[in-house]
């Protein structure tokens, strides 16, 4: 659901362009799933040429807004008519000026952003010196997460009042309005266009990596794990497309609905996945204590109480999701019927695995 997510932006995206605007958004959706999926097939060089570019474009326009906001404050140079600092968070209501609850009940809005962060262990099974690549991947993703994303968000607050930023609009945009940078919403719109491709390019190629992992370990059929001349999962990818045509259905059908319907989705698919591998390392923890597995060198901190931490955290954000009505609702009311979805689909690809080994 998280690629649904991506496709509809892309869609969204293109249509804030009145060029474009006469174009159905079901055409974008399209289009879009025909070239990342094109592209996937293709081989890994030009997963990673398409991704380097799409990341190029993102993190430049970050790093631009890191470097021109600090300029700015440490300078003291007034915006909009604002003098730039502290003041204007304590001026303002202080870090909770709704109070503590609203901050915590938008955690659930904010697990989506974080999507992906777990492709750093599927990208594992492609690296030639994993115990050495790995823990140096895993920490750096740690400090940009801090970097990108906390320190722009306390930089936003220090250089203008919470106040100035609206729903709909991107803070950055505001900011550099703020300013008087011309064509900026046509700079930053195509900022968070690649953003979208990228993570709908990363999360084809992951999607389709993890299912043909699936049916070498017996859980999914076994034709899914055959590899084309191009040495990738092609079974796996062109799957993985066909489940994205829903969303080219879907911004047919509810073309005003649908991000809200499939973020929601998606979020509870993202949630789902991190318990999960806890869960996993927590197994995986246990076989080692036995015997059965060796030890590794780059282990989670506090484990395994950070695993129970963690999944107390997983479940708080699904009590937040139930109250954001309606798609959160509703999408929490639904979760029983795909868990049923899931369990029918293991029993009988379990089944026919024993049918094919009796026969």
């Known amino acids: 659901m998280a690629g649904i997510v991506d496709i509809t932006a892309v869609a969204l995206y293109m249509r804030y362009w009145e060029l474009f605007s006469v174009v159905p958004q079901w055409m974008f959706a399209l289009g879009v799933v025909g070239v990342v ?24 326009a970050l790093v631009l807004f890191l470097v021109v906001g600090s300029a700015l404050l440490g300078i003291g140079h007034p915006i909009a008519g604002h003098a730039t600092g502290l003041h204007l968070i304590s001026d303002n209501g202080g870090v909770f000026p709704h109070g503590l609850l609203p901050a915590i009940v ?9 999507a992906g962060i777990e492709l750093v262990g599927t990208a594992a099974g492609e690296a030639q010196d994993v115990s050495n690549v790995l823990p140096r991947a895993i920490n750096s993703v740690m400090w940009r997460v801090a970097l990108f994303y906390v320190g722009s968000v306390l930089l936003l607050v220090l250089l203008l009042p919470w106040t100035a ?33 990228s993570s709908l390019n990363s999360g084809l190629y992951s999607t389709g990596r993890i299912l043909r992992s699936l049916a070498m370990g017996g859980s999914a059929p076994d034709r899914v ?59 995986f923890r246990r076989a080692v204590r036995r015997g059965e597995l060796s030890p590794v ?57 024993l049918f094919r080994l009796r026969a």
């Open 225 to 283: 794990a055959r590899m084309n001349t191009r040495n990738v999962p092609s079974q796996g990818i062109l799957i993985t497309g066909f489940i994205y045509l829903i969303g080219v259905g879907l911004n047919y059908l509810l073309p005003s609905q649908v991000f809200e319907i499939v973020l929601n989705i998606a979020s509870l698919g993202i949630i789902s996945t991190w318990a999960f591998i806890l869960l996993c390392h927590l197994a």
């Open 106 to 114: 938008i955690i659930q809005g904010v697990v989506f952003a974080y």
């Open 297 to 353: 060198g780059f282990r989670m901190p506090l484990a395994p109480v950070s695993n129970w931490v963690t999944l107390a955290f997983l479940a708080g954000v699904l009590v937040l999701m139930a109250f954001d009505y309606p798609n959160g609702t509703f999408t929490i009311a639904a979760t029983p019927l795909l868990a049923a979805a899931l369990a029918a689909g293991w029993f009988l690809l379990k089944r026919s695995a």
């Open 165 to 197: 930023y609206r729903a709909g609009t991107s803070p950055f945009v505001t900011f550099f309005h703020a300013l008087g940078v011309p064509g900026i919403g046509t700079a930053m719109n195509v900022v968070v266009l690649t953003a979208a491709l």
């Open 37 to 60: 999926v094109g592209t996937n097939l293709i081989g890994v060089k030009w997963f990673g040429e398409m991704e380097f570019w799409f990341s190029i474009v993102k993190v430049a």
